[in-house]
């Protein structure tokens, strides 16, 4: 009978943020993003919620390397803390963590906030723990008004923006269907590719509103160009499909080579002092691929 290997410690563990130690560096633009001050906002409101990841310093005894929190981790620092929570690892792969990590997508997004708000929070008060303005929790909460069950199902995994739903909301429910399998299909989910959908569906499958914009704005030419360029895409797919399994194998085997090489300190550390901007690319890199095996597996 085998037996199921954990990734992490069963207990958490506090640890001094002294001692925790990021082995990627933060640029000084990412702390002026929106998604920066989100964190920094619902760790001052509600605390860290998600416990950040870390490893055992091969070098130091008690000090950590983080695996996965860097923003959480700095977060902690600018409000004055002194100590986080964490789970300790048994796997010190810190640059293929993000294989394990599902971010959470428009959908389940829109149902956390719908439960925050049936429990009684409103939505001023869950604008002001994630700092986004509250006509955006509205808008997040409401996200799924008109949209058909089953093509809500098919994205709730995917990273699909507001606006992709403002144009499915034009869509009888069965087209809204036909729309989510065409863009996981494609691999594409922006506003763009939606909306060229829309101006290829037929008049008996668009919402009475729709049809009259419909009529107004859209040319037989520009149907028959959507329709060719749909077409282009749908082959595109498929002749990504019958290589990608090779790449995704390639680019798996070269990740794991750099992996093993950023482990040796003296190659770490060179590439940190004399070259930061290219480690810094070549991680992001890394977690790309990383993100791209986990998409590939799921499907």
């Given at each position: 009978?085998?037996?199921?290997?954990?990734?992490?410690?069963?207990?958490?563990i506090?640890?001094?943020?002294?001692?925790?130690?990021?082995?990627?560096?933060i640029?000084?633009?990412?702390l002026?993003?929106?998604?920066f001050r989100?964190i920094?906002s619902?760790?001052?409101?509600l605390?860290?919620?998600?416990?950040?990841?870390?490893?055992?310093?091969?070098?130091?005894?008690g000090?950590y390397?983080?695996?996965?929190?860097?923003?959480?981790?700095?977060a902690l620092?600018?409000?004055?803390?002194?100590?986080?929570?964490?789970?300790v690892?048994?796997?010190?792969?810190?640059?293929?963590?993000?294989r394990?990590?599902?971010?959470?997508?428009?959908?389940?997004?829109h149902?956390?906030i719908?439960?925050?708000l049936s429990k009684?929070?409103?939505?001023e008060?869950?604008?002001?723990?994630?700092?986004?303005?509250?006509?955006?929790?509205?808008?997040?909460?409401?996200?799924?008004?008109?949209i058909?069950?089953?093509a809500?199902?098919?994205?709730k995994?995917?990273?699909?923006?507001p606006?992709v739903?403002?144009?499915?909301?034009?869509m009888?429910?069965?087209r809204?269907?036909?729309?989510?399998?065409?863009?996981i299909a494609?691999?594409k989910?922006?506003?763009s590719?939606?909306?060229?959908?829309?101006?290829?569906?037929?008049?008996d499958?668009?919402?009475?509103?729709?049809?009259?914009?419909?009529?107004e704005?859209i040319s037989?030419?520009?149907i028959?160009?959507m329709?060719?360029?749909?077409?282009?895409?749908?082959?595109d797919?498929m002749?990504?499909?019958?290589?990608?399994g090779?790449?995704?194998?390639?680019?798996?085997v070269?990740?794991?080579f750099i992996?093993?090489l950023?482990?040796?300190e003296?190659?770490?550390?060179?590439?940190?002092?004399?070259h930061?901007?290219?480690?810094?690319?070549v991680?992001?890199?890394i977690?790309?691929?990383?993100?791209?095996?986990?998409?590939a597996?799921r499907?």
């Open positions: 009978m085998s037996v199921i290997r954990h990734g992490f410690d069963s207990a958490l506090e640890v001094s943020l002294d001692n925790i130690h990021s082995l990627v560096p640029r000084g633009k990412v002026q993003t929106a998604k989100t920094l619902s760790i001052r409101e605390g860290v919620i998600e416990p950040l990841a870390v490893h055992p310093s091969r070098d130091r005894e000090h390397d983080l695996l996965d929190g860097r923003l959480r981790l700095e620092k600018q409000l004055g803390l002194a100590k986080a929570r964490c789970m690892s048994l796997d010190d792969e810190g640059f293929t963590f993000n394990q990590i599902t971010r959470i997508a428009s959908v389940q997004e149902r956390m719908r439960a925050a009684g929070a409103s939505e008060r869950i604008a002001q723990v994630l700092d986004i303005d509250v006509r955006r929790v509205r808008e997040k909460a409401h996200l799924l008004d008109g058909a069950p089953e809500a199902r098919l994205l995994d995917r990273q699909v923006i606006a739903f403002r144009v499915l909301r034009k009888k429910p069965f809204q269907i036909e729309a989510a399998e065409m863009m494609a691999n989910f922006t506003k590719y939606s909306e060229m959908i829309l101006v290829t569906t037929r008049a499958a668009l919402t009475d509103k729709a049809k009259l914009k419909k009529t704005e037989p030419e520009d028959s160009r329709e060719a360029e749909m077409e282009r895409l749908q082959q797919s002749a990504v499909e019958d290589t990608i090779d790449t995704m194998l390639s680019l798996v070269a990740k794991g992996t093993r950023f482990r040796n003296n190659i770490y550390r060179h590439l940190k002092r004399h930061e901007d290219l480690l810094s690319s991680v992001t890199t977690e790309a691929i990383a993100a791209d095996s986990r998409a597996e499907e």
